[in-house]
């Protein structure tokens, strides 16, 4: 049974080809290996410093002077967690909004608002902190993990994307997630003077990066295209063609059509009847 269980998630992080669970997979995968060694280490007394060895080498430094030496870590960065409630909030929003992004748009513009969230919002996480000169004495201290800056991607993409398709919160009932995403925007802001600036600052520079793709893509322009493969030569066979299964009431082929419509012209862009269609398949 154990066998089986390893093989589903497996094929669910590495095979199934949903980003979804690719991410949310690695970064929990990383996370329980720098805690294994975390614990083995603590437990036999023998120091190997994997949390200084992070910080000095995977995590993102604040100052400009690290950079050229720790280039990679724009990179690095978002896959390291500080502790179980980090990377617990940070995929359960993944999951929550990723879900609904998926049912919208593709895998290329998943794949490109979470790396380039992650990466837009380090880059904007240093250049605030050496810009505002009351961060200046803590710039050599400074570092910034986690994948928080590509998990506000996700979101602010999804709710600029449907700002009004709605979430059941305990105690609050169905809320509409651009409240949500706007709150947390509200929080991150006025978070920046507290002890985590830096990760502010990335919070929102990831946020403002899934907001703009949006955007451009509302306006035809899919930045995320950058990622598409080139078409190659293939040999076609005469078959017959698969019959597509229907989605209460809704072909495939009208689903297709429809996800097109909103990587050319964008979501605002569809009549009420094709937001219903899709509203509703997404829903299966």
Not at 15 to 29: D, H
Not at 111 to 122: Q, R, T
Not at 164 to 170: D, G, I, R, V
Not at 183 to 198: E, K, M, Q, R
Request: glycine letters at 8%; aromatic letters at 16%; proline letters at 2%.
């Amino acid at each position: 049974m154990n066998n089986n269980i390893f093989k589903d998630l497996k094929f669910k992080i590495f095979q199934s080809g949903n980003p979804l669970f690719f991410y949310i997979g690695i970064n929990v995968i990383i996370f329980l290996m720098v805690a294994i060694v975390g614990v083995i280490t603590w437990l036999s007394r023998t120091d190997l410093g994997i949390n200084a060895f992070i910080q000095e080498y995977l995590a993102l430094p604040a100052a400009f002077s690290s950079l050229p030496k720790r280039f990679y870590t724009i990179f690095t960065y978002m896959f390291f967690h500080a502790d179980i409630f980090h990377i617990l909030f940070n995929m359960l929003g993944l999951f929550w909004f990723g879900s609904i992004f998926m049912n919208f748009l593709k895998t290329r513009q998943f794949h490109f608002v979470y790396l380039a969230g992650g990466l837009a919002g380090g880059l904007f996480a240093v250049a605030a902190l050496n810009l505002f000169p009351v961060f200046t004495d803590q710039l050599s201290q400074t570092y910034i993990i986690g994948a928080s800056a590509a998990v506000m991607a996700v979101i602010f993409a999804t709710a600029t994307l449907v700002p009004n398709y709605t979430l059941m919160l305990l105690f609050f009932g169905e809320v509409k997630i651009k409240w949500i995403a706007l709150v947390y925007f509200v929080l991150d802001f006025i978070s920046i003077g507290g002890g985590n600036a830096g990760g502010s600052f990335a919070h929102i520079g990831g946020a403002l990066l899934g907001f703009l793709y949006i955007k451009s893509l509302q306006n035809g322009r899919d930045w995320s295209k950058i990622f598409e493969r080139k078409a190659k030569m293939r040999v076609v066979r005469n078959e017959k063609p698969s019959k597509k299964q229907d989605v209460k009431g809704v072909s495939q082929q009208e689903i297709d059509a429809i996800l097109d419509k909103i990587s050319t012209s964008g979501y605002d862009k569809l009549t009420a009847s094709e937001k219903e269609k899709l509203f509703k398949a997404s829903k299966d």
